[in-house]
């Protein structure tokens, strides 16, 4: 179907460079230290597209200078031979970051899985620690997601403190995450954030009020026009996939709507790679006691977890590193506002 666009196009592919260039330059600095950080990788069973993803993954690890251990088991390993190469990825002083691929085959728990590892470690930000971290406001690894989303939108210059968020979906990967990162008390955050999912028979009454509308229900082609308000920021966090073809939550004919909107391909999903080893850097930073050395664009860096007065609602604690960072996007970005 022809779809005439109106919509200025949100890539992710520019923001994905932005986020790997400050890797890059923390890895260096570590190796210079004498440190080689190292991310981990397991992958259970014989999913094609989960060995595609680690072996890109692996590939973007060794550009950017991280030492990259993997361990595939067969799909017919047990709950216990995971929890066993994760507790020697967590007993290795060398091994800083771990990503458990997923998903894992039928039969085996991720979460209980995730359980077993090291909540420092966890560079995906799901662990139900980091989880409760992110509720809390207190530092930690953020579910990469959300985060990309979140610099995404500073990156390219959305406005979205103060304004109305609506994410049609409440997965446990992004739609809860993404609200209460938005919610923080923070000049790339500070929405007013609803949460609605198709449990709900008239979820377009929300989405068409939505200033910034975020997909995240894994429902192929779910948003169309009619459920956008007219230039409305559209972001296509939720996909799911028909062999190798991507089928993303967002119709393409919702350009002709929105006054922003992310690209069916090339629009989240590079960033969450890059926030993946955002996340592995600040890990290994953090094992070997640099955490307070980091260095954000356009920042000056400072200790993570400072407590910062946030006022009015009470204070939170946050990760000064995730907070500058997303600052100095915003103030760096020479994408017009949205």
């Known amino acids: 179907m022809s779809t005439t666009m109106t919509a200025r196009l949100?890539?992710?592919?520019?923001?994905?460079?932005?986020?790997?260039?400050?890797?890059?330059?923390?890895?260096?600095?570590?190796?210079?230290?004498?440190?080689?950080?190292?991310?981990?990788?397991?992958?259970?069973?014989?999913d094609e597209a989960s060995a595609g993803y680690i072996r890109i993954k692996r590939r973007q690890a060794a550009e950017l200078g991280f030492a990259s251990p993997h361990v595939r088991l067969a799909a017919t390993a047990s709950q216990a031979d995971v929890h066993s190469v994760l507790a020697d990825f967590n007993a290795d002083p060398g091994v800083h970051g771990v990503l458990l691929q997923h998903p894992i085959p039928g039969g085996l728990d991720y979460d209980r899985a995730l359980e077993v590892l090291d909540p420092d470690s966890d560079v995906d930000g799901m662990h139900q620690v980091n989880m409760g971290r992110l509720a809390l406001g207190l530092?930690?690894?953020?579910?990469?997601?959300?985060?990309?989303?979140?610099?995404?939108l500073a990156w390219h210059g959305v406005?979205?403190?103060?304004?109305?968020v609506v994410i049609l979906g409440r997965g446990a990967t992004l739609g809860r995450p993404l609200a209460m990162l938005l919610a923080q008390k923070r000049s790339t955050a500070n929405a007013a954030v609803t949460v609605v999912h198709t449990g709900v028979a008239d979820w377009p009454r929300y989405t068409r009020r939505a200033e910034i509308l975020v997909a995240a229900a894994g429902v192929p082609g779910i948003v169309r026009p009619e459920h956008v308000r007219p230039g409305a920021v559209v972001v296509g966090g939720g996909v799911r996939y028909a062999g190798r073809r991507l089928l993303p939550d967002v119709d393409e004919s919702c350009a002709r709507v929105a006054g922003a909107i992310?690209?069916?391909?090339?629009?989240?999903?590079?960033?969450?790679?890059?926030?993946?080893?955002?996340?592995?850097?600040?890990?290994?930073?953090?094992?070997?006691?640099?955490?307070?050395?980091?260095q954000s664009v356009g920042d000056g860096g400072g200790?993570?977890?400072?407590?910062?007065?946030?006022?009015?609602?009470?204070?939170?604690?946050?990760?000064?590193?995730?907070?500058?960072?997303?600052?100095?996007?915003?103030?760096g970005a020479e994408g017009g506002q949205a």
């Open 262 to 294: 992310t690209p069916r391909v090339g629009g989240v999903g590079p960033v969450t790679v890059a926030v993946l080893f955002r996340n592995a850097l600040r890990a290994a930073r953090s094992a070997v006691g640099l955490a307070g050395q980091v």
């Open 139 to 152: 530092p930690g690894p953020l579910p990469c997601t959300p985060a990309a989303i979140e610099a995404l």
């Open 10 to 46: 949100l890539p992710g592919a520019p923001v994905a460079e932005a986020i790997l260039a400050q890797v890059a330059e923390g890895v260096a600095e570590l190796r210079a230290a004498g440190v080689t950080p190292t991310l981990a990788t397991v992958l259970v069973g014989d």
């Open 159 to 164: 406005p979205v403190a103060g304004r109305e």
């Open 303 to 331: 200790d993570v977890g400072d407590r910062v007065d946030h006022g009015g609602d009470g204070a939170a604690l946050v990760d000064d590193q995730h907070e500058a960072f997303e600052a100095g996007l915003l103030a």
